[in-house]
């Protein structure tokens, strides 16, 4: 098996994981790898199949835009120039976006970036559990790829691996397809304490 193929193989795995979490309903969200460095190409989850359908001939080869080399059956999704913009951008080896609700519950709550301090699970993103305050950057939605990218790379936080998109989801990523998946679950348990909390201290209050 091919290095290609393998990586195919398991960006299809993953997809189908997400969508078993719930996090990928119906053809929504998409998955990227890095394929080679020289030059840079990706494997892009393909546009309009189903994920829990998903299948290695589903990973699109594109260039370092996010636009699809010739003589493939598949187009990448809509959104692989947003996955090309957040690899050049950090130099990720993997991008995952999802329509969790919990990133859009999130980024109506704090339009203005979740903050999150003195949580375990912040370790899994790479962060510190003791005392320092992270900030998950918030961006408007917008169906122009070119300008959602735009917005993305200028709220990323060097610190803080997601980026959360208004009234759509968030994108999430990693040094391997695994980190970025990990990572992914990491986020969505950050952010659905977040949302719990803050019933729950508001429910305290109203007492």
Do not use: F
């Amino acid at each position: 098996m091919s290095m290609q193929h393998g990586r195919a193989a398991q960006l299809a795995a993953t997809t189908r994981q997400l969508y078993d979490l719930g996090w990928m309903r119906g053809t929504s969200g998409n998955v990227s790898v890095v394929a080679q460095d020289q030059p840079l190409h990706l494997l892009v989850s393909a546009s309009g199949i189903a994920k829990h359908a998903t299948q290695p001939e589903h990973a699109v080869v594109t260039d370092s835009a996010g636009r699809a080399l010739d003589g493939q059956a598949h187009a990448p999704s809509a959104e692989a120039p947003v996955h090309a913009a957040i690899v050049d951008a950090v130099g990720a080896r993997s991008v995952v976006h999802v329509h969790a609700m919990s990133s859009v519950l999130a980024a109506a709550r704090w339009p203005g970036g979740v903050r999150l301090s003195r949580l375990e699970q912040l370790k899994g993103l790479g962060c510190s559990a003791e005392g320092e305050e992270y900030v998950v950057p918030v961006v408007l939605n917008s169906q122009d790829m070119a300008d959602l990218s735009r917005r993305i790379r200028a709220a990323l936080n060097p610190e803080m691996p997601v980026v959360l998109v208004a009234d759509h989801g968030m994108y999430v990523w990693g040094s391997s397809l695994d980190d970025a998946a990990n990572r992914t679950e990491s986020v969505d348990w950050l952010l659905q304490y977040r949302l719990m909390h803050d019933v729950v201290v508001r429910d305290a209050d109203s007492r």
